[in-house]
């Protein structure tokens, strides 16, 4: 157990706020919507420059121990980091890479690692083989598919099952069977053929089950920063936007409606909160572990896309234009409600994990 | 031409449906996106010269003289066919405004040169203050001698780009009641002091404009109507329009394409997936019938009351909840920009982008729903 996860309540607290507000000054809530559109569709789809700033405030690596190069903080931490930058809509990875320094982290493989904490070098996990999964095959030569941001990739971690067990082989950029789809993010999707290289270690199953964990409970917080961004800027549509002499959110049914996404946000957030508090508890079992995961990703995947839907709705016409920015907030819940788990895997595992006494 | 109205509706279908399978573009069945006037040409150019372009206008004016019954059968083989609608703001809406509201001159002038292709018109009703509240536009025509002088601004203005002529709901009072000093014109888009600016929507597509006014004087004579009646003449070709909205062809459409990422995905079978197709796919059914109710109506040669609002309102719900589960059912690939392996019919990101607007167009959800609360529940308020 590192120190930071050590600190009383207060003391956690009030680093958690610190780490907010570093993660504010980096990717302002809501903030450089220029940036965003310049970036989007064009490989690599994200700002190197960015991606270096994040290594050196220490979040590529927030979760790797100390004595690994890591800050050895928590869930807890790294949910509110995410959080920012979902409400930023950063397209630079965290969640992705936060994965790729787990494995490469319970690997012992000190030089890509460094390389990755220092937001130099973007190594990716090719681990997916179909959609809608959380399970590694590890197959010898089947695809890997939907890579985020793969287009800026300088490696890719491949797990492959070999008699051992989930070996952990590292393939270079470079000479790569690579194909990059756009996604409705400005992003890109790898799909990479496996062409075998080095074995960093015999096996990263169990590393890798967690890192999946905890990269769905990530994408779950990022996608509750889009949710609730894109509610601050609808709020601030129905306060200002006149039809019939009077602010459209004097009307009584925009006002319902708004309370009801308040009160999913609300869900969400608590949902996350415990979730990571449970993941930060020594000793939790790993089914409840896994239950509390489920239960925060199924709820923000479908409280973001219900949220960034009636957020267009809630603009009007001028919601259904791309040049507003509510439609970006709408493209990134897309792109994140499906990714690390769809809501209706994650129901389906926290029926089979979850224990009646803890629900 | 033969007389149409006199076949049976059977073998009016029939001849009909010989017309698009043999004429149909096939590249154009069921196109994402509206048509822009030079993907269209082509087709259009068919139905003109088959004499079909304006079906329900009189036979005097050059339309088809169609009975309300064939109209409706007419438009059932097209979506079933898939055949695309073209700019056709003035086959649709303005044609019928000028035989029943404009003088002969007017008449003379403008319907010809529809029928012809020559003029394209689009709609510029809409304005960036005046949307669900569309009667406080304030896109302004004063009276300067024998012109108008126009300035303002509209906005959703479908296809503009295409169009060499925009009718309009301009100000002409501001000292009476909002509904009370609007008038009806039409613009030469070529108008020195018109400018169109295209708006990229959210499947990133150009086929909504902006429209600027910007002191563009427009003879006298281009009034439809009287003066400040501009309202009513408008609100009374609305009905005709709301059943359009209301044709269960887009969900039909969206659903078939569900059923065949389904099988794509592999869930077609889960039961978890068949009782929500399921359940999809009777709102559907229950929704063809209640469309039947209202065609029915038309039939009868009678006019469509408010309670027409159910339909839009529902279809444009139900378009919505098919691509929904469309983007669950897709996993990962409910992020992509593009078509699944490049097939067009399994896009279920676009699906999705593609049925967002239909909630806001035409009347939103919100106005239909206020609607039924008052003009057809009588709730008061």
């Not at chain 2, 429209?211 to 009287?226: A, I, K, S, W, Y």
Request: net charge negative; aromatic share 8%.
């Amino acid at each position: 157990m590192s120190a930071a996860l050590e600190q009383g309540a207060e003391e956690r607290a009030e680093s958690i706020r610190m780490i907010r507000d570093s993660a504010a000054g980096i990717a302002a809530r809501g903030g450089d919507r220029k940036r965003i559109r310049a970036l989007r569709f064009q490989a690599p789809g994200f700002d190197p420059a960015v991606l270096r700033q994040m290594g050196e405030q220490g979040w590529i690596g927030l979760r790797v121990p100390e004595e690994k190069g890591g800050a050895g903080l928590g869930m807890s931490e790294f949910c509110a980091v995410a959080e920012e930058l979902g409400a930023a809509l950063a397209p630079e990875p965290l969640v992705a890479t936060a994965l790729s320094a787990a494995l490469l982290s319970a690997a012992g493989a000190e030089r890509p690692l460094a390389g990755l904490l220092s937001g130099e070098k973007l190594v990716l996990t090719a681990w997916q083989e179909g959609p809608a999964t959380l399970e590694a095959p590890g197959s010898a030569d089947a695809p890997r598919l939907f890579i985020p941001v793969a287009g800026g990739a300088d490696a890719f971690l491949v797990p492959v099952r070999q008699d051992r067990g989930l070996a952990l082989r590292f393939q270079r950029r470079e000479g790569a069977d690579l194909t990059l789809d756009k996604t409705q993010d400005g992003g890109f999707y790898g799909t990479l053929r496996p062409l075998g290289g080095e074995v960093l270690a015999a096996d990263v199953a169990e590393a890798l089950d967690n890192a999946l964990d905890e990269a769905a409970l990530g994408t779950a917080a990022y996608l509750l920063g889009v949710m609730d961004q894109a509610f601050v800027l609808t709020l601030e549509y129905l306060r200002t936007r006149q039809q019939f002499g009077k602010p459209i959110g004097s009307f009584q049914a925009l006002q319902h409606r708004a309370a009801d996404l308040k009160i999913q946000i609300a869900l969400s957030r608590a949902s996350i909160d415990s979730a990571a508090a449970l993941l930060d508890r020594a000793g939790a079992p790993r089914a409840a572990r896994r239950a509390a995961v489920s239960r925060a990703k199924a709820r923000a995947s479908e409280a973001a896309m219900l949220v960034t839907k009636q957020a267009i709705q809630l603009h009007g016409g001028i919601g259904y234009t791309d040049e507003a920015d509510i439609g970006l907030y709408l493209r990134k819940a897309m792109v994140l409600a499906n990714q690390f788990g769809t809501a209706a895997l994650h129901r389906r595992r926290f029926a089979a994990e979850a224990r009646e006494d803890e629900v | 031409m033969t007389e149409l109205n006199a076949l049976s509706d059977e073998a009016f279908r029939a001849e009909v449906r010989r017309f698009v399978e043999s004429e149909y573009p096939a590249e154009l069945r069921n196109p994402q996106h509206r048509l822009h006037w030079d993907q269209g040409r082509a087709w259009f150019e068919k139905v003109k010269a088959k004499g079909w372009v304006a079906p329900g206008w009189p036979r005097e004016y050059g339309g088809m003289g169609l009975s309300a019954s064939k109209q409706i059968i007419l438009i059932e083989e097209y979506e079933r066919h898939g055949v695309a609608r073209l700019p056709d703001h003035g086959v649709i809406m303005l044609g019928p405004l000028l035989i029943r509201f404009g003088t002969e001159a007017q008449r003379q002038r403008f319907l010809p040169r529809i029928l012809a292709g020559e003029d394209i018109w689009c709609q510029g009703y809409s304005e960036p203050g005046a949307g669900s509240d569309l009667a406080s536009l304030r896109t302004e025509a004063v009276l300067d001698g024998d012109h108008y002088v126009v300035n303002g601004q509209k906005i959703w203005t479908t296809l503009a780009t295409d169009a060499n002529w925009i009718f309009c709901l301009v100000r002409t009072d501001k000292t009476v009641k909002k509904q009370e000093g609007i008038s009806f014109l039409l613009i030469g888009m070529n108008s020195p002091g018109v400018t169109v600016r295209p708006i990229i929507n959210l499947a990133l597509h150009d086929e909504f404009c902006e429209v600027f006014f910007d002191n563009v004087r427009v003879p006298r004579e281009n009034l439809v109507g009287e003066p400040n009646k501009g309202w009513s003449m408008a609100k009374a070709l609305l009905g005709f329009e709301r059943i359009f909205l209301g044709s269960p062809r887009q969900s039909g459409y969206a659903l078939a394409r569900l059923k065949m990422l389904a099988e794509r995905m592999g869930v077609i079978d889960e039961p978890e997936f068949q009782d929500r197709y399921t359940r999809l796919r009777l709102d559907l059914e229950d929704h063809k019938a209640l469309y039947e109710t209202f065609v029915a109506v038309l039939r009868r040669g009678e006019s469509l009351g408010p309670d027409v609002s159910m339909l839009k309102l529902h279809q444009a719900e139900l378009f919505q909840r098919i691509t929904e589960l469309m983007l669950e059912v897709a996993g990962e690939n409910a992020g992509l920009l593009e078509p699944m392996g490049g097939n067009r019919d399994l896009h279920p990101s676009g699906q999705f982008i593609e049925a967002r607007p239909t909630t806001i167009y035409g009347g939103s959800s919100e106005i239909q729903r206020g609607i039924l609360a008052k003009n057809v529940l009588e709730l008061p308020g």
